[in-house]
């Protein structure tokens, strides 16, 4: 079997920025983006299994979501069922990349294929120009507009009473708290209903180093220093990585998860054995279990952090363990 090859861009490779007087970063490293393809004529060679297009939430904020919609959805139209909604928060350490950034629009697209989903995609600020919570804040200002909107392609296709909670990395990180927020107001999101929470390779910290963080120190991919400055750049300002928003086992953020585990709500971890952040995980599914949440995890062997952005056979693996799970 031959080996995953390594990504050209790497975690490691975006702290490569430039910090300005004004506490804002230039960031150097580009990550290859993708555009949205929303009309279904465009394609002449071949037709695409997706469409997807960009609507904007908050202009002032420059929030927005990126919409995927399974072609058949449009071709069988009002025939069939609407289908269920993943709305999904990318990764990046919450100071890099984007909903357009192209292994983020790649893994959403096979979602909306391989799961028959509408997959929302969200948009939202960065830090350190914006530190935590503000991308928890976008990410419930999101999910108040999916409830309300009358954007045909949320509206006429998605069942937003069969809604998933998903983001990779950092945006694992975020489909917990923003899980948090809403079982605290459920009330106040009806009619959108959370079924569960799908974490991929989520990005917790800690003060004290865990064994998978010791042994993979100088990982290619993601590095200990590099989560370091993530937790640095992102956090309230003087916090540091035993916050609550980087350590949810520790006591507040600990009876946070209570709050699910009443709710019923299901969850999926997903990582593997070659992450530096293993142990942080397998740390969070037990704290979540002994506060009785429903938890389903996969932690494979060998791999990297968030290997399924670059491969395409593990990512269908994937979607095989997220369809059972969203069946389940």
Request: with cysteine.
């Amino acid at each position: 079997m031959s080996e995953t090859p390594k990504p050209s861009v790497s975690y490691n490779d975006s702290l490569k920025m430039v910090h300005n007087p004004d506490g804002s970063v230039t960031r150097l490293t580009l990550f290859p983006i993708t555009s949205a393809s929303p009309n279904p004529d465009q394609y002449t060679t071949h037709t695409s299994p997706f469409l997807s297009k960009d609507i904007t939430i908050n202009t002032q904020k420059n929030i927005w979501v990126r919409v995927f919609l399974p072609r058949q959805a449009l071709e069988n139209n009002a025939t069939t069922s609407k289908l269920p909604l993943i709305v999904y928060f990318h990764g990046g350490g919450f100071i890099t990349c984007s909903a357009n950034t192209s292994v983020f629009h790649d893994l959403c697209a096979g979602m909306a294929t391989d799961l028959s989903a509408v997959v929302v995609s969200l948009e939202y600020r960065l830090a350190p120009e914006y530190r935590l919570p503000a991308a928890y804040d976008d990410a419930e200002e999101a999910l108040h507009w999916i409830k309300s909107t009358d954007e045909p392609w949320v509206m006429k296709y998605a069942d937003t009473s069969c809604c998933f909670l998903m983001g990779s990395s950092a945006g694992g990180n975020m489909a917990y708290f923003a899980g948090v927020r809403v079982a605290g107001a459920v009330e106040e999101f009806k009619p959108l209903r959370i079924k569960g929470l799908i974490m991929h390779h989520p990005f917790f910290g800690g003060m004290k180093r865990s064994g998978s963080e010791v042994r993979s120190e100088n990982d290619t991919i993601l590095s200990l220093s590099a989560t370091d400055l993530m937790w640095e750049l992102a956090l309230p300002e003087g916090a540091d990585r035993d916050h609550e928003y980087s350590n949810p086992m520790v006591e507040k953020g600990a009876e946070q998860c209570e709050k699910i585990g009443r709710l019923g709500w299901k969850v999926l971890v997903t990582g593997c054995e070659g992450d530096l952040l293993l142990d942080r995980q397998k740390e969070w599914v037990e704290m979540a279990k002994k506060k009785g949440v429903a938890v389903d995890s996969s932690f494979v062997e060998g791999g990297f952090h968030v290997i399924e952005l670059v491969d395409a056979s593990k990512a269908k693996a994937m979607f095989r363990l997220i369809n059972k799970f969203m069946l389940s």
